[in-house]
């Protein structure tokens, strides 16, 4: 028989039994690390019974059921950089670049626990006398030659050193160690490993090689306000946008196609397009994919922060009567002056016009006007049973049914009825939201909460301020057109409130307003 070599394999792994004391000391001595961003689920400290039906299984005979995977960071670099010295395609070798500096980051470990963090944990808490072990069924041992029994209960300190040394030492675990391999195939074990654990669609989703993931986990993990508005979410982040599940980056996600697409529903499979596996950023031919810009992420980062900062000046108690849907709200509604060419926002022409001068005032305005919205009377009808009693529902045209999902499209209201105020044929939530924005635009203006942006819009070319402003075209290469008064503080592009200087002028003058002499 010939040999065969499989040449699509990007990963090469081996297996071997080791010991609970191996994985312990690994443990102990920082060999190991856990990536609860790229490549795990965030831990969740099982409850006292899952310790101890796992310990059961380990102690008593059964320890082979489940494997522990590893990757091992020296070889992997190894193969990177071998790869990239035979690499030609320019998207391959930033992807292995990429990877590269990655695990090189990491390259104080031994180590990266692919699955079992949960096991090795409890391991590593029983070993250290941390676990009051209660046995889901009797372990018992016998010394070989010995009469009596020993029973595995309580904590392993109180064990004799020879039970330690058993447990320690004998029990054998199946250990699988990846020696080469990516962080696109790597997730791809983590996920499969995991498949008897019911993971949600978005932490399999999320855990891809993919700009946008990254991008949402570096906004979400590493940002002290982001963190602390969604923590202070009174209700709705249960279920997939669980924060333990990593649901504050679904949340993000979502307006992000938003802001891709003024008229996202929460899809599923647009979601999955967005944030599947890719290797590259580059915008495809065909539509296989949602394509995010760099100008999209900055914008929905932006907003968020803008959420979040608003939320780190807004009462907390008062906070925690709000849920994930109002969140939603305020995102939209800062979309509709801070996005330019928002759909919604064009129709009254306020899109991109605006910036927020005073936030706590703004925050303070949106909140009380979301809370007359969601609590109007007529929100809710009441009804008798057949049995007499008084019960009450949600109005179908009222603004708090309509938060209760994001399918837009198909919402409607009507003047008068469900406490509404305005009457919609469609997307009735988000024009419920503008109407109301706009219709206080003045107010905000002059209590000085909200500033008119300027405009960089013009029927002149580049060429024609030229001429305008008497420069000679074989004169003006490295000229840079400037506004006088920003954009940022009201100025327009007019040939009055423009010049042409140098860059490092214009760079030095950046988005003050300029007095010339």
């Known amino acids: 028989m010939k040999k065969i070599k499989n040449i699509s394999a990007k990963v090469d792994s081996i297996v071997e039994i080791k010991s609970p004391g191996w994985i312990y000391l690994l443990h102990k001595n920082n060999e190991l690390h856990i990536d609860n961003e790229k490549l795990q689920r965030l831990k969740k400290k099982w409850e006292e019974g899952k310790v101890n039906s796992y310990l059961t299984t380990l102690f008593n005979g059964a320890s082979l059921k489940d494997t522990i995977q590893l990757a091992k960071i020296s070889t992997i670099i190894e193969k990177l950089k071998s790869d990239l010295e035979s690499e030609t395609d320019s998207i391959e070798i930033e992807f292995l670049e990429d990877n590269l500096k990655y695990f090189e980051s990491i390259s104080n470990k031994t180590y990266l626990v692919l699955d079992g963090q949960h096991r090795i944990y409890e391991i590593v808490e029983y070993f250290d006398g941390n676990t009051v072990f209660s046995p889901t069924q009797p372990i018992e041992y016998q010394v070989e030659g010995e009469s009596g029994k020993i029973v595995i209960r309580g904590k392993f300190k109180d064990l004799n050193e020879d039970v330690q040394y058993h447990l320690k030492s004998m029990i054998p675990l199946i250990v699988v160690t990846y020696n080469t391999g990516d962080l696109k195939e790597l997730v791809n074990v983590f996920i499969t490993s995991n498949s008897m654990v019911a993971m949600s669609a978005h932490e399999k989703r999320i855990l891809n090689y993919n700009q946008n993931n990254r991008w949402l986990v570096e906004l979400c993990n590493y940002d002290t306000n982001v963190k602390s508005m969604f923590k202070s979410i009174g209700s709705g982040m249960t279920s997939d946008y669980d924060l333990l599940k990593k649901g504050d980056t679904l949340f993000v996600a979502e307006m992000l196609l938003y802001i891709n697409d003024n008229y996202y529903e929460n899809e599923s499979s647009k979601l999955d397009q967005a944030l599947g596996s890719t290797k590259s950023n580059i915008k495809p031919k065909d539509k296989s994919r949602v394509y995010v810009s760099n100008k999209d ?83 809710y009808m009441t009804y008798k049973t057949p049995s007499g009693k008084t019960k009450r529902q949600m109005h179908d045209y009222s603004f708090a049914k309509h938060n209760a999902d994001q399918k837009h499209k198909s919402k409607e209201s009507m003047k008068g009825q469900g406490g509404s105020i305005y009457n919609f044929s469609d997307y009735a939530r988000l024009r419920y939201l503008l109407e109301d924005l706009n219709s206080n635009i003045e107010n905000l203006l002059e209590l000085g909460i909200i500033s008119k942006l300027g405009s960089r819009d013009s029927e002149m070319s580049r060429d024609e301020f030229l001429v305008a402003h008497n420069i000679k075209l074989s004169e003006s290469d490295n000229l840079h057109l400037d506004e006088i008064v920003p954009v940022k503080k009201g100025g327009d592009r007019t040939i009055e409130n423009t010049r042409f200087v140098d860059s490092k002028t214009n760079i030095n003058d950046s988005d003050r307003i300029k007095k010339i002499i």
């Not at 016009?353 to 969601?374: C, G, H, V």
């Open 297 to 379: 992420r900055e914008l929905t980062k932006k907003i968020i922060k803008t959420m979040a900062d608003g939320c780190a000046m807004y009462d907390t108690a008062k906070l925690k009567k709000y849920g994930k849907s109002t969140f939603y709200n305020l995102f939209y509604t800062l979309s509709y002056f801070m996005q330019k060419g928002n759909v919604w926002g064009k129709t009254k022409n306020i899109d991109g016009a605006y910036q927020i001068s005073k936030l706590k005032n703004f925050i303070t305005w949106f909140f009380d006007m979301e809370f007359k919205r969601i609590n109007a009377p007529g929100t």
